[in-house]
């Protein structure tokens, strides 16, 4: 059966570059008029020429989302379990050469941070860790599951790349989706990023959508580090993922995200920053593409983007979240994976999205699905 | 105006709503109340039924309200049939809003796994009203099955886009033996009137009513035209005509040879 990897090798990277830097604003015109709008359609609006557009476009992506999601937006919160890593990552503060004390929750911290973040009202949850074979794999993760499942309706993960069989046993086991970022579709950038470790295999990671596909899993999540090479280009390349995927894979759900590197990580980001601007157009472009993906913006971003970004076509947000294990309540000093910018409570954050005009949705599947 | 009768139970209303896409729990309560609606669906996997404090469900405790728990996330008739145990024992109601979608783009009824869930729901007593493409043969196998109602869909969930399965919709109310709620699409109340003129026994409604920008107002509008079409349906609405009734009779010739 043709995968991604197949379809992907089809396309040069520059030659995309050029192309979408090649649109004009009649190709965006035509774009916001269309009804069913294509790849190409993706790439005019997320072109410098589709500037001049960004409030027709929010508007678009506002009255779309508001049809499919109604005026809600999912709530869940991160729990870091692990940051142990044999990668070295040049971005990531997880990487293996950030010689810090590591960490890795036992069944007892598990069940203490579940506490914690069960008091904020969360009933959706996502585990993160590194990517360490050694200590944190699957079985790890089968044990760390039947803890959480009875205290959680859903349960994604953010882990290291696994085999199908693993995927399938852990949605035997009640995992609800999977997310796996590409960090960047440039090969040869992704190498130079990606310096060592299981994690510089650039195709085995690409193809790792297609595993989770396969296993039969509700959702993948799919993203780019926004910031790591052109973003229109990666952007165009992760829709295509995104595509592929669906067509594929036609029973699961998908997610996407828009991490933007933080500048505390230690990357010269200058020569890909996006600013707030072009990241409301690449949402806004994201889903007039895709009526029914969800959007979903972490706390990296601050309070005012955040405040602002919940109408355009966002429908999931994470709040009050720690990115190190403990975080919660057990160590709340261990090394984190980045920096957060929205700091306020999952209270106050809900209180902004009622005030918004919208209903703040903690519970949106059971576990006995 | 008829009642409705649904499994021995009348209903005044013919206008059902969905629950979901509310701005807040208070809008849709508000919403649900000037609908004059006795039946709303609820979403399982939004009810937090560990807490006896669930936030929709609260704003939901009227007397004329009748609960609709819907099966929304399952992919299978095996995920549906313990779905359904579930709200059954959670809500204390043996109906069920029988949805079965493992397409989660545009939300399309798989109707294999929804016929087999009615009949297991059926024989295991459940009072099903399944949510189905506007398949009239479906709709008979359903009858066979035990099903309390029919639910086709007017176009995909959530699209506004009315009654795109008209033709299909006409059918399955000309043969149907059990009531025939038009579900999913309807996105003005002109679309819902058109339902009830044309026959239907009821409509659901959800995403045009919660995505307006007055719920409430919307509410009435589609209470209106739910109630002004069954008014002309049963009053037999007349029909329409495409061509003029012609000035020189064909059958003149009849007359003139009787004389």
């Avoid at chain 1, 991160?78 to 810090?100: A, H, R, V």
């Avoid at chain 1, 990357?267 to 994201?286: M, P, R």
């Avoid at chain 2, 989660?104 to 493409?133: Q, S």
Wanted: one cysteine or more.
């Amino acid at each position: 059966m043709k995968q991604f990897r197949d379809i992907y090798d089809q396309y040069s990277w520059d030659e995309v570059k050029t192309s979408i830097l090649a649109k004009t604003s009649k190709d965006v015109e035509a774009a916001l008029a269309a009804t069913h709008r294509t790849l190409e359609d993706f790439k005019a609006l997320i072109s410098p020429a589709a500037t001049p557009y960004v409030e027709e476009m929010a508007q678009l992506s506002h009255r779309i989302t508001q049809k499919r999601f109604g005026k809600t937006i999912q709530l869940f919160a991160p729990m870091y379990l692990s940051n142990e890593c044999n990668n070295i990552c040049t971005y990531c503060g997880f990487s293996l050469d950030n010689k810090i004390k590591r960490k890795t929750l036992t069944a007892a911290e598990i069940l203490q941070e579940i506490n914690v973040i069960k008091q904020h009202g969360f009933n959706h949850i996502l585990l993160v860790t590194g990517e360490s074979n050694h200590t944190v794999h699957v079985d790890y993760f089968l044990k760390a599951i039947e803890i959480i499942k009875p205290h959680f309706a859903n349960i994604s993960i953010e882990v290291q790349p696994l085999t199908q069989d693993e995927y399938a046993q852990l949605q035997g086991a009640g995992i609800y989706s999977v997310l796996v970022y590409q960090e960047t579709y440039h090969k040869e950038k992704y190498k130079d990023y990606h310096v060592k470790g299981k994690k510089s295999n650039f195709y085995y990671r690409l193809e790792t959508p297609d595993r989770i596909g396969l296993s039969g899993m509700h959702k993948i999540g799919l993203a780019v580090l926004l910031g790591l090479e052109d973003w229109r280009t990666d952007s165009f390349f992760c829709a295509l993922h995104l595509d592929y995927l669906q067509k594929t894979y036609w029973q699961t759900k998908y997610s996407v995200a828009f991490p933007r590197i933080r500048p505390a990580e230690g990357v010269d980001i200058a020569n890909y920053h996006i600013n707030d601007k072009e990241l409301v157009q690449l949402l806004c472009a994201y889903r007039l593409l895709n009526e029914d993906v969800e959007i979903s913006i972490s706390t990296r971003e601050t309070e005012i983007f955040r405040n602002n970004i919940m109408k355009l076509g966002t429908t999931t947000m994470s709040a009050g979240s720690k990115t190190n294990p403990g975080g919660y309540s057990v160590d709340e000093d261990s090394l984190e994976q980045f920096e957060i910018s929205d700091e306020r409570t999952p209270a106050e954050v809900a209180a902004v999205i009622t005030a918004n005009g919208y209903q703040p949705v903690w519970k949106d599947w059971d576990k006995i699905f | 105006m008829k009642q409705l009768t649904i499994a021995n139970k009348l209903f005044q209303s013919r206008l059902f709503l969905g629950t979901g896409k509310f701005g807040s729990s208070l809008q849709m309560e508000e919403a649900v109340l000037a609908s004059g609606s006795e039946m709303v669906t609820v979403a399982l996997k939004r009810v937090d039924l560990e807490t006896d404090t669930d936030l929709l469900l609260t704003h939901l405790q009227h007397p004329h309200i009748n609960l609709l728990p819907n099966t929304s996330g399952v992919r299978t008739a095996k995920e549906a049939v313990l779905a359904a145990q579930l709200a059954r024992e959670a809500l204390e109601t043996n109906w069920v809003k029988l949805e079965i979608h493992p397409d989660p783009k545009y939300l399309m009824p798989d109707a294999i796994e929804t016929l087999k869930a009615t009949e297991e729901l059926a024989k295991l007593g459940f009072i099903v009203l399944p949510y189905i493409h506007a398949d009239p043969v479906l709709c008979k196998r359903l009858e066979d099955a035990g099903t309390a109602a029919v639910m086709p869909l007017g176009s995909p969930i959530g699209s506004n886009k009315g009654l795109k399965t008209f033709d299909f919709l006409q059918i399955i109310i000309e043969q149907s033996n059990v009531p025939v709620i038009i579900d999913a699409g309807i996105g003005a109340p002109s679309d819902a009137a058109l339902a009830m003129e044309m026959g239907a026994d009821a409509v659901l409604v959800n995403t045009a009513i919660a995505i307006a920008g007055n719920p409430l107002q919307m509410a009435i509008a589609f209470k209106l035209a739910v109630e002004a079409g069954r008014m002309a349906f049963e009053n037999r609405l007349g029909a329409k005509v495409k061509h003029a009734i012609a000035s020189s009779p064909l059958t003149q010739f009849l007359h003139e040879m009787n004389q």
